[in-house]
């Protein structure tokens, strides 16, 4: 049984920071590509940032130099550290998961975790 649980949402105000996790259980972590999403009411769910099991991060645009996608193998943990955050940002983050070295979709997914960044 597979699980992706997400952790560290919260409601923030603009230029503040949140660090969102996800622990991942019942897959060999380290052969998975990580990644987390976002989606708004009434938008897509988006690619935010990937990262490989070596390190390698991608990053969405709309958060490059804002937000880092890190993990940790022998926690089964990805992490989504969020900062200058911008009301922009507000949407349900999901962690996702596939298989191997690349990313073409997600394996599995985890519930999402709500980030409102609001005044």
């Known amino acids: 049984q597979v699980q992706l649980v997400e952790s560290g949402g919260g409601l923030v105000q603009p230029g503040r920071s949140l660090r969102l996790s996800c622990a991942a259980d019942?897959?060999?972590?380290?052969?998975?590509?990580m990644a987390w999403y976002r989606q708004a009411p009434g938008r897509h769910r988006d690619l935010v940032a990937t990262?490989?099991?070596?390190?390698?991060?991608y990053y969405a645009d709309s958060v490059k130099g804002r937000f880092t996608i890190s993990r940790d193998n022998a926690q089964n943990t990805v992490y989504l550290q969020m900062n200058s955050l911008k009301p922009e940002d507000t949407a349900v983050y999901y962690c996702?998961?596939?298989?191997?070295?690349?990313?073409?979709?997600?394996?599995?997914w985890g519930r999402g975790t709500q980030v409102t960044v609001s005044s």
């Open positions: 996702a998961a596939e298989y191997g070295w690349g990313w073409s979709g997600a394996d599995y």
């Open positions: 990262i490989t099991r070596y390190g390698e991060a």
């Open positions: 019942g897959i060999v972590f380290n052969t998975y590509t």
